[in-house]
């Protein structure tokens, strides 16, 4: 079996993929608030770097649920964390 690590390290190009993504997406105010994004099983979650910008990002993340249907179909909703650099 795979060591968790490896298996840690086969997610690392996905993730940077939907963070340089959504990056391009939002206003570029927010983007720089962007973490990282992290897509899981029917879920995208996203890390934003404080609480009040994790608010605004969950607006912007529903409003653009659709472009995000589109790049991944799997990826039914998102939620926002917050995670200091």
Do not use: C, N
């Not at 086969?10 to 927010?30: F, G, K, M, N």
């Not at 879920?43 to 969950?58: C, Q």
């Amino acid at each position: 079996s795979r060591s968790g690590l490896a298996r840690i390290i086969d997610h690392i190009p996905a993730q940077r993929s939907w963070a340089e993504w959504l990056r391009t997406q939002v206003p570029a105010a927010l983007a720089g608030h962007i973490v990282s994004a992290v897509p899981k099983t029917a879920e995208l979650v996203v890390f934003a770097d404080s609480a009040a910008w994790a608010m605004r990002l969950r607006y912007a993340l529903a409003a653009m649920q659709l472009q995000i249907l589109a790049r991944d179909a799997t990826l039914l909703r998102t939620s926002v964390r917050v995670q200091m650099r």
